[in-house]
């Protein structure tokens, strides 16, 4: 007697259940893998005082002036300086609507009142203070205090927060191969190390920084510095999104 015909109908009922559960378990390993890269050191539950929930999911994206675990070799080729401590240079909020995505920046400088609050090291009660700079929350407190300090003064509650220093932020243009860019107007800033000529480019992680960080090249400098990071953050989340980083694990996985 013949061989019985196969059962494909079996055949690609198994390999589909195969298929789902490999890429499930891709997926949910690729998380926990991401997650534990993450430093999870802000604790939002520390905020007192908050804001009710609203419909978005808010996000406050912090760049700091860290260089922690960056060599002087590092801190020369990325023109970063060797200041100690960080500061909070550049402030977002992105909000996450069903109606769609917004984002606005935070001047450094804007005069705001910082609220009271209790220190978290030394115990001790802090007075409000107004018409102080946005930035100085950071330095006086740490992240949760700015977060305090945004919620007063905007009337927004803060679901999440991130925070990226220098070394950080130009990994993560090198790790997608460089990030496009059409810079309208060519600029120079020695402090940045900036040196763009107009047109379209692409930018690796050294030029990234020094662009979202250059200021001194412009009348108005940081209102000017917050649109091109604006500019070049869309621009890195539109490359971010894209299926040849997305499908591709030697620029994924760098990149998360």
């Given at each position: 007697p013949g061989r019985p015909a196969p059962d494909w109908r079996r055949r690609i009922k198994i390999g589909s259940i195969v298929l789902v559960v490999a890429v499930l378990g891709w997926s949910i390993g690729t998380y926990a893998w991401a997650s534990s890269r993450m430093r999870n050191e802000v604790d939002l539950s520390k905020v007192i005082e908050r804001p009710a929930e609203g419909d978005c999911t808010t996000y406050l994206i912090v760049g700091s002036d860290s260089r922690e675990g960056m060599s002087a070799e590092e801190k020369k080729k990325l023109h970063t300086g060797s200041a100690a401590g960080k500061r909070t240079?550049?402030?977002?909020?992105?909000?996450?609507c069903g109606s769609g995505n917004t984002m606005i920046s935070l001047p450094r400088d804007s005069?705001?009142?910082?609220?009271?609050f209790v220190g978290?090291?030394?115990g001790k009660k802090y007075a409000a203070r107004g018409?102080?700079?946005l930035n100085a929350a950071y330095a006086?407190?740490?992240?949760?205090?700015?977060?305090r300090t945004v919620e007063f003064n905007t009337g927004l509650r803060i679901d999440h927060y991130a925070e990226i220093g220098f070394a950080g932020f130009a990994n993560i243009v090198d790790a997608l191969g460089g990030v496009d860019l059409n810079i309208e107007k060519g600029f120079k800033d020695k402090n940045s190390g900036a040196d763009f000529q107009a047109g379209?480019?692409?930018?690796?992680g050294e030029q990234a920084l020094a662009f979202v960080r250059?200021?001194?090249?412009?009348?108005?400098?940081?209102?000017?510095?917050t649109k091109n990071q604006q500019k070049f953050l869309s621009a890195l989340a539109n490359q971010a999104a894209t299926p040849g980083t997305i499908l591709n694990p030697f620029k994924l996985y760098p990149t998360l």
């Open positions: 240079d550049s402030m977002m909020i992105l909000a996450a005069w705001v009142t910082i609220p009271s978290s090291e030394s018409a102080t700079k006086m407190d740490g992240p949760e205090l700015l977060v379209e480019q692409t930018l690796n250059t200021r001194y090249a412009f009348a108005q400098s940081d209102l000017a510095r």
